[in-house]
């Protein structure tokens, strides 16, 4: 309040003291005026300043808000993608396991059937390792005679010896795949119209020997790809002899993989 009355008092002193003149009198009243509004104006600035300073405050909180929960789903989100790949760690490891047991059981198979084979013309039989399976192959000459599906009795010899060697191993499945060159079949022979005839026939043959030597029926399955998967072109009397073959490819079970892979 004292304030207010400041000017006005100040105006009256002026003209209370002598001497003074209508001059300088309007001086002093436009210095008034001037203050006032100089003071009017600081007050307004101060006002303006007063407001920006709550709306900065207020920003400023609702920014550091923000950030907070920001930084809080950040921080859930990390946390769930940590256990995610925790498990994925763990279900890899596992993986890696199994299949690590698988090769060792493959070499372990592969070592077995190789010792028990031993002895025979490395030209009429072959074991060797593939994606993760043992093959076993034999050549027309050590198995059949030329047209036949009967066995000759060195090629029983060595499969009642395969026989033996796998027939305590119920984690491995058994395909028996008969071939043939691409030499029609004349007629009908020994049953067989055709080259596929003639392959399916043989691995059954092949089959009942397994199965008669002990190996369960139901690891055991024949099949016939007849001339179409030759490991040679048909070119040469030496090529067609090594595409007449059986393939017998063991397959460790791979439940336990399975499972890991399709856990529902």
Known sequence: MMRSFAPALLMVAALALPGCNQKEIAALQQQNSDLTKSRDQLQLEKSALAAEKNRSEEDLRGSLLSKNNQ???LNSTLGTTEQDLAGKNARIAELQRVLDEKDAATKALRQRVGDALLGFNA???QVN???GKVYVSLSEQLLFKSGST???PKGQDALIKLANALRDNKDVNVLVEGHTDNVPIKGVV?????NWDLSVLRATEITRL????GMDPA??????RGQNLPVAANDTPANKALNRRTDIILTPKLDELFS???PN
């Open 123 to 125: 030209q009429d039989l």
């Open 129 to 131: 390792v593939k994606n």
């Open 210 to 213: 397994l199965t008669s030597a």
């Open 260 to 262: 890991i892979l399709n």
């Open 150 to 152: 009967k066995v000759d």
């Open 219 to 224: 690891q055991v399955t024949p099949s016939g």
């Open 190 to 194: 020994n049953g067989a119209k055709d």
């Open 71 to 73: 930084v809080n789903q």
